[in-house]
């Protein structure tokens, strides 16, 4: 069973950062997972933001935070990150992070993953 533990959400002007934090533990060494990041903003159905393999491999951001957003792993310490750049306030949501078993093709953007955060509150505002 893999666990993941958040960290890091907050509050922030426009223009400003933050990085988000998901410690996992209880990846089966022998399986390969997607990883990656969903945000829900109110009334807003959860979407994809970055998406990538536990291992590495390819990388899938949504057009709307191509260029401002970065996914990025320390396997070391089974975590990974979402660096948040130039924030608007249209990434105001609740950040969720998750995992799924996959054994071919690329990371699935629906938010059907079978392990997830327990979810961090971002809101940019001035």
């Known amino acids: 069973q893999v666990q993941l533990v958040e960290s890091g959400g907050g509050a922030v002007q426009p223009g400003g950062s933050l990085r988000l934090s998901c410690a996992a533990s209880g990846y089966i060494d022998k399986k390969s997972y997607c990883i990656g990041w969903f945000r829900q903003a109110p009334g807003k159905e959860r979407e994809a933001v970055a998406l990538t393999y536990h291992r590495g491999g390819s990388v899938y951001y949504a057009d709307s935070v191509k260029g401002r957003f970065t996914i990025s792993r320390d396997n070391s310490k089974n975590t990974m990150y979402l660096q948040m750049d130039s924030l608007e306030p249209e990434d105001t949501a609740v950040y969720y992070c998750?995992?799924?078993?996959?054994?071919?093709?690329?990371?699935?953007?629906?938010?059907?993953?079978?392990?997830w955060g327990q979810g961090t509150q971002v809101t940019v505002s001035s």
């Open positions: 998750a995992a799924d078993p996959v054994t071919s093709g690329p990371c699935p953007r629906r938010p059907e993953y079978t392990f």
